[in-house]
């Protein structure tokens, strides 16, 4: 079966959930995290958690298990804690959980972010991968950044993904 008829076949509408990670945001000035749910709602998906917590690796790691276990979401869209700073540990909390990593995510994420603002695309570690049964997707934490990696590439594959994740 080809990728038009895997999609054809897609489901339409998945459970979202939305983690922002910072030491400065709260769920009322989550400006990124507002959008995802926003843009979630509007792609006909359904949001069934949404919180912000602190760039913390076992905090990070708690909260996914903990969501995951508790909300099932077939979606987890992390926002935040990609960079290169000491606070940023998303990458590291998350890594391990992942049972298949999706590595052309990070790739398709730089090269589009290069031809927005160039050379500085290479600071993001943007990444994703399988836990369990849930695709997870980590992003910048900025506006712009959501917006690239959600419409052009996430929202447009997210029951594609789903199909997949829970064939086998």
């Not at 749910?37 to 909260?63: C, L, M, R, W, Y």
């Not at 049964?133 to 929202?155: D, Q, R, V, W, Y």
Request: glycine residues 8%; aromatic residues 6%.
């Amino acid at each position: 079966m080809g990728t038009r008829e895997h999609k054809e076949n897609a489901a339409k509408h998945v459970k979202v959930g939305i983690i922002t990670l910072s030491s400065t945001r709260s769920l009322a000035n989550d400006k990124s995290g507002h959008w995802i749910s926003e843009q979630a709602g509007k792609n006909g998906h359904k949001v069934v958690f949404h919180q912000v917590i602190p760039d913390d690796t076992e905090t990070i790691a708690d909260a996914i298990l903990y969501v995951i276990n508790n909300y099932e979401p077939q979606v987890l869209l992390l926002t935040g804690g990609t960079g290169i700073t000491k606070k940023d540990v998303t990458v590291e909390a998350v890594r391990p959980l992942f049972k298949k990593e999706l590595t052309a995510f990070g790739v398709l994420f730089a090269q589009l972010s290069f031809e927005e603002i160039g050379s500085a695309a290479l600071l993001s570690r943007a990444t994703a991968g399988t836990i369990d049964n849930t695709i997870l997707f980590c992003m910048p934490g900025s506006l712009n950044a959501c917006k690239l990696a959600c419409e052009a590439l996430i929202f447009p594959e997210l029951g594609h993904l789903v199909r997949h994740v829970c064939e086998g």
